[in-house]
């Protein structure tokens, strides 16, 4: 009679789940996404958006159209700024969106000592 004697089997490899790779893509998708979003609205007051949508710079002026949206009945405070070409800070000018709007379009125009080459919509807040 004779018997015949099988070979050890060789030791399985441990077969990784995709279910666990999935899972760590989308804890790392929502991570990223968090992050963006806090990045997107750092330094920003919440309830007020303010946009600078367009800029004209002439010798001695510049123009500056922009829109604030904010709270309906807040009046809303902001700082428009204008740069020659070595970004050093040429004009300053306070404006305000009153109350009674939630969204404000609004035109300004700094008097410069120069020629502007950008403008800055920045600092806004509730009054």
Do not use: W
């Not at 077969?15 to 963006?36: E, Q, T």
């Not at 700082?79 to 800070?89: G, P, Q, S, V, Y």
């Not at 008097?111 to 080459?117: F, I, L, N, R």
Request: charge should be neutral; hydrophobic fraction near 40%.
């Amino acid at each position: 009679m004779t018997t015949s004697v099988s070979e050890p089997a060789a030791p399985a490899e441990p077969k990784r789940g995709r279910l666990g790779l999935v899972i760590i893509g989308i804890v790392c998708a929502v991570a990223a996404g968090g992050f963006g979003f806090i990045a997107a609205h750092v330094g920003q007051t919440p309830g007020i958006d303010a946009q600078l949508i367009t800029y004209d710079a002439r010798p001695g002026s510049i123009e500056v159209n922009f829109s604030i949206a904010k709270p309906k009945g807040d009046v809303v405070h902001c700082t428009l700024t204008a740069f020659d070409e070595n970004m050093t800070t040429i004009a300053k000018k306070d404006v305000t969106a009153p109350a009674g709007t939630s969204k404000a379009g609004l035109s300004e125009t700094l008097p410069t000592p120069g020629k502007a080459t950008s403008a800055q919509l920045q600092d806004c807040r509730k009054a």
